[in-house]
């Protein structure tokens, strides 16, 4: 059987006001960018999703008690029955921090996964998803935004199953010496560097077999010592093998911008039991004729693989 998995940083669906607020128009776009997919994607991964905050509602007022994820997947199953589908989704939430003035909240951070229906979820780790932070060498420990690993498992119907990784890892500390003296900096930062071991760990103990991917914005370029500790650590990257792109390739095929800097921070990474098939879908940050162009300072990955019981 063929899987496809999108992994996506959408900007907490404010790409129209510089990540300042929510709104609906950018995150009805991205709805329907993901429902004209085809196929469509059977597990989505989002990084920069909020719950409830001023952020959030401010420019798009929701309903009491209405988060943001749940606003989305009304856009998305909207999208999909304007597309001609009637395909459903399952959406998990993974909260990472909350910044508050007094007991408001001003903005929230998280991940989410999106399965596709038809998937039995055998585990997830919602409730209590893994932080995955390092806080020795912030300034102040207890302001530095929380980083986590969200985990899903999902059951295919012949019984097959496979283990779902999303992250965010932080930017580089401005309190490094890498930060000031390594032009690159995005994956150098030493603070990275723990997370990845930390994410390394997490994913090694709590994968069932060696079916899995691990998703995410890792804000570190191929060839980073983040992205060498990941492969270092059995991970293996298929974008780049799909395509035979070495490191100076790979970063030179952006998938974020910020102002006129073009980086490629966003990763797929895989266990050995999984053969990729192809990354359709896929596009370069910026270019013209994307599916998902202007709709975040990120643009998404998108593969697909085959899924059998081997691996175990």
């Not at 401005?174 to 390394?200: C, D, H, V, Y």
């Not at 998703?215 to 570190?220: K, M, S």
């Not at 911008?257 to 990729?276: C, I, K, P, Q, T």
Request: charged letters at 20%; aromatic letters at 10%.
């Amino acid at each position: 059987m063929v899987l496809r998995v999108v992994s996506y940083n959408v900007r907490y669906f404010g790409h129209g006001t510089r990540g300042l607020a929510s709104t609906a128009k950018s995150m009805g776009r991205i709805a329907q960018a993901l429902a004209h997919l085809t196929p469509l994607a059977d597990v989505i991964c989002l990084q920069e999703v909020e719950t409830t905050s001023l952020r959030s509602n401010l420019a798009h007022p929701a309903p009491d008690g209405e988060t943001q994820l749940e606003r989305f997947m009304q856009m998305l199953h909207r999208s999909l029955l304007q597309a001609g589908r009637r395909d459903t989704y399952e959406a998990y939430y993974f909260p990472a921090h909350t910044y508050r003035f007094s007991v408001t909240p001003i903005y929230t951070t998280g991940l989410a996964v999106v399965a596709r229906s038809g998937f039995n979820v055998s585990h997830h780790n919602a409730g209590t998803p893994h932080d995955i932070t390092y806080r020795h060498i912030h300034p102040v420990k207890r302001l530095k935004q929380t980083r986590i690993c969200a985990h899903l498992r999902v059951e295919h119907a012949s019984g097959v199953d496979l283990d779902v990784f999303n992250t965010h890892l932080s930017l580089p500390t401005t309190l490094s010496r890498e930060f000031w003296f390594e032009p690159r900096r995005m994956g150098w930062g030493p603070n990275q560097i723990e997370e990845a071991k930390n994410l390394a760990k997490f994913v090694a103990t709590e994968r069932k077999s060696e079916r899995f991917v691990v998703c995410g914005d890792f804000n570190a370029l191929p060839g980073s010592p983040v992205y060498r500790t990941l492969i270092a650590s059995g991970l293996s990257d298929p974008f780049a093998r799909h395509h035979r792109f070495d490191e100076d390739a790979l970063v030179r095929w952006p998938t974020a911008g910020f102002m006129n800097m073009r980086m490629h921070l966003d990763h797929v990474f895989s266990g050995g039991a999984l053969r990729w098939t192809d990354f359709e879908g896929t596009h370069r940050f910026g270019q013209r004729n994307g599916l998902f162009r202007g709709l975040s300072d990120h643009v998404p990955i998108v593969g697909s693989f085959t899924l059998d019981a081997g691996g175990g």
